[in-house]
C-alpha cells in the first residue's frame, strides 16, 4: 500500500512544474514577492508596463519583487518561469480573465495584496510593500536606500 501510496505522489509531483508549485497558496512564505501581470496581447499597454518596471527595477530590487508578464497571445517575460500548463493553473487560481489587463502584487506569504489594471502607480506599489509587516522588518535591518539619488 505504501508502495503505490509513494508512486502516487511521485506522479503528481512531476506532473506539477518547480515554477508553478513555488506560486500561490499551499505555500508559507515564498523567497520574493512578485507581481503578476496578466494581458489578452502583447501591446501598448504591455510594452509601457515592461518600461515602467525597468524605469523602477532599483525600487523593484530593493523590495525583493520579481515581475512576470503573461499574455494570452504567447508572450512570457521572462520567458523561462512558467509553462502554458503552469499560466492556466495561475489564470485559474486568480480568477483571471484573459480579455483585460490584470495585474496582481503577491507577498511572501503567498497572499494577494493587491490586483489593478492597465496602468500602474509604481508609488503606490512601494507604498503599500513598505506598509507590509515583513518589509518593515526588512527596512529596520538595512541601511538608507540605495535607490535614492
Known amino acids: 500500500m505504501s508502495k503505490l501510496l509513494t508512486s502516487l505522489l511521485a506522479i503528481i509531483l512531476v506532473g506539477f512544474s518547480v515554477s ?11 523567497n520574493h514577492r512578485s507581481i503578476l501581470y496578466f494581458a489578452p496581447e502583447k501591446d501598448q499597454h504591455v510594452n509601457t508596463f515592461i518600461k515602467e518596471s525597468l524605469m ?10 520579481v515581475v512576470v508578464v503573461m499574455t494570452k497571445d504567447g508572450y512570457n517575460k521572462p520567458t523561462d518561469v512558467f ?12 480568477n483571471i480573465s484573459r480579455d483585460t489587463h490584470t495585474a496582481i502584487l ?19 506599489i512601494s507604498q503599500l510593500v513598505d506598509s507590509m509587516p515583513l518589509r518593515k522588518k526588512e527596512i529596520a535591518y538595512t541601511s538608507n536606500s540605495r535607490c535614492s539619488i
Open 20 to 30: 508553478a508549485l513555488s506560486y500561490p497558496t499551499g505555500s508559507m512564505h515564498w
Open 56 to 65: 523602477h527595477d532599483c525600487m523593484l530590487q530593493e523590495r525583493d519583487i
Open 106 to 124: 503577491i507577498g511572501k506569504d503567498g497572499l494577494e495584496k493587491h490586483r489593478w489594471n492597465k496602468q500602474t502607480n509604481w508609488q503606490h
Open 83 to 94: 509553462s502554458p500548463e503552469d499560466i492556466v493553473r495561475l489564470e485559474k487560481l486568480y
